[in-house]
C-alpha cells in the first residue's frame, strides 16, 4: 500500500525566506506526483504536476522536484510572502491504476510572518 | 479556476437519514471523484468514475454509494448517515490526453454534519 508523508506537519519563516516542502512515498511506481495548496476552508488549489518522466516541474516562483528512485519530491517556493500562508499538500497516483486515482500525504501548514 | 460546483456547500442532518451530494463539471472531464478529509487521516478517496456509469469503489467507500448518468454529474449518496460520516466531501476531475493523465481539479467542498 501506498503511504505518502509530508514532514513536518507545520513550520513558520520569516517573510523572505525560501521555503522547502517535503514529500516522500514508500513505493517508487508511481505515476505522476501533484503538489496543491489549501487554504483554511478552501478547496484544494493544483499547483504543480510531476510526471513520472519528469524530474522537475516550474510555475512562477515554485519549483518542484521529484526523485523516485529515493521516494521523494521537494517543493520550493521563493522569496516567500505572507500570502503563501496555506496548507501544502502532495498527491502520488499509482502507476496501472485505473484513474488518476490520488494518495494524498497529511501536509504541511505553512505560516508566513511578515 | 476549473468548472467544478458542489452542492450543497453546508448540510446538517440527523442520523439514520438519506443524503445526497452533487458535483457538476463543465470542464466535461473523464474521471470524477469523491474525496473526504478529516483531521488526522486527510483526504482519502471514497468512489471515483471513469465515464458515465462507470464507477468504481475507493478506500472508504463502506456506506456510500455513487452514481453517474451524465458525464456532467457525480452524485454520492450516504444510504442511511451516521456521525462517523461527519466530514469535509471534496469532488474532483481530471482527465487523460496523449496517454498521461493531467492534473486534478477539486471543488470547493461540502461540509457535511451528522448529528
Known amino acids: 500500500k501506498q503511504e505518502v508523508t509530508q514532514i513536518p506537519a507545520a513550520l513558520s519563516v520569516p517573510e523572505g525566506e525560501n521555503l522547502v516542502l517535503n514529500c516522500s512515498f514508500t513505493?517508487?511506481?508511481?505515476?505522476?506526483l501533484q503538489w496543491f495548496r489549501q487554504d483554511p476552508g478552501k478547496g484544494l488549489t493544483s499547483l504543480l504536476l510531476?510526471?513520472?518522466?519528469?524530474r522537475e516541474q516550474t510555475s512562477g516562483r515554485l519549483n518542484a522536484s521529484l526523485d523516485k528512485s529515493s521516494g521523494r519530491s521537494t517543493l520550493y517556493i521563493a522569496a516567500s510572502q505572507p500570502g503563501d500562508s496555506a496548507t501544502y499538500l502532495c498527491?502520488?497516483?499509482?502507476?496501472?491504476?485505473?484513474?488518476?486515482?490520488?494518495?494524498f500525504g497529511g501536509g504541511t501548514r505553512v505560516l508566513v510572518k511578515p | 479556476d476549473a468548472g467544478i460546483t458542489q452542492s450543497p456547500r453546508h448540510k446538517v442532518t440527523e442520523t439514520g437519514t438519506p443524503v445526497t451530494l452533487r458535483c457538476h463539471q463543465t470542464?466535461?472531464?473523464?474521471?470524477m471523484y469523491w474525496y473526504r478529509q478529516d483531521p488526522g487521516h486527510g483526504l482519502r478517496l471514497i468512489h471515483y468514475?471513469?465515464?458515465?456509469?462507470?464507477?468504481d469503489k475507493g478506500e472508504v467507500s463502506d456506506g456510500y454509494s455513487v452514481s453517474r448518468s451524465k458525464t456532467e454529474d457525480f452524485l454520492l449518496t450516504l444510504e442511511s448517515a451516521t456521525s462517523s460520516q461527519t466530514s469535509v466531501y471534496f469532488c474532483?476531475?481530471?482527465?487523460?490526453?496523449?496517454?498521461?493523465?493531467?492534473?486534478?481539479?477539486f471543488g470547493q467542498g461540502t461540509r457535511l454534519t451528522v448529528v
Open positions: 474532483a476531475i481530471s482527465e487523460a490526453k496523449t496517454g498521461l493523465f493531467t492534473e486534478a481539479f
Open positions: 513505493d517508487s511506481a508511481i505515476y505522476n
Open positions: 510531476i510526471q513520472s518522466s519528469q
Open positions: 498527491a502520488v497516483t499509482r502507476i496501472k491504476a485505473a484513474g488518476n486515482k490520488l494518495t
Open positions: 470542464e466535461n472531464h473523464r474521471y
Open positions: 468514475s471513469y465515464g458515465v456509469k462507470d464507477t
